[in-house]
């Protein structure tokens, strides 16, 4: 069903065909210069599969809570960014958080699985978000 709503809208959108405020092909609003934030999605993918995999292997129910608490914040930090780039302060708190416990439970445990990969992941998170707020203009 919703591919039938949404693929009208699809080839309708850019093309030459007009579109008049009643017609049956205008679902959405036309949205403009917008990206996704792929890796910001893949990283929350990532946290919260992290968190179900937990739960399969050893039955850890607060791994569990943790991985689908922590991805849905990076999911939802990801939908922000891909509205407006500049709103980076959800995934980089989330990423931020993520990469010092995680980094101290690497620290502590020297295994790489899970805690070294999701501290790897979460710091080179925050070192793409710390570049893009460096490289924003500055308003004066």
Known sequence: MFLYLLLPQLVFYKSSVPQQPGSPFVFFPPVFNMSVDWVG????????SGGAIGYVKAGSVPSLAAGLLFGGLAGFGAYQISNDPNNIWVSLATSGALT?????????SRKFMPAGLMAGASLLMVGKLSLALLQKPQES
Do not use: D, E, P, T
Request: charged share 10%; no cysteine; aromatic share 24%.
């Open 41 to 48: 999605y893949g990283y929350a993918a990532l946290i919260a």
């Open 100 to 108: 010092g416990v995680m980094g101290k439970r690497f620290y502590g």
